[in-house]
C-alpha cells in the first residue's frame, strides 16, 4: 500500500471493489508497505494483515521479495494467490512480477484515476503456459481438462 497523499481510498480497497464487481472476494488480505504509509491510513479499520518494509527495503527488489516470499509461498499452498502490483515503488512492483511469475499465481495492476482493473496474468494465462494448449477448455471462467 502507498502513501495517502490524497487518495480517499488506499489502492487495496480499490483493487478490492473491482475483484468483487467481477465475483472475486478475498477471504484474507495482506499488505505489504512501510511503517510510514501504513500510519498514513490509521484512522481506517482496515482488516489486513500488514507485511512492514523499511523505507530502504522497499526501494530494494531483492528485499521486497525476501519480505514478500515467505508469506506468499505459504498462502499458494493453501489458497489461490492474486499479487497486486498497484501501489508502493517500482522495485517492488517488479518483484511482485517476479513472485507472480515464480509461483503461478494471477497479477493484477488498478488503474486509480479511471477504477479499471488490468490483469497483467490470469488464471487463464497461467493455465495455458502449465498445460499444452490441447489439453484444456476454459468455461465460464473455469478450467476443465
Known sequence: MGERDERVEPETETALR?????????KSIHVLTTLEAA???KDLKLPYEWIICYEDEISDIDAVKIKAQKKIKLLVSRHVVIINCTSATKPATI???ELARMHQTPLIYIYESKSKLKWLKSKETIAREIVPAKKYKIISGLLQL
Open 18 to 26: 473491482l475483484l468483487k464487481a467481477e465475483g472475486i472476494e478475498p
Open 39 to 41: 500510519s498514513e491510513w
Open 95 to 97: 518483484a511482485y512480477y
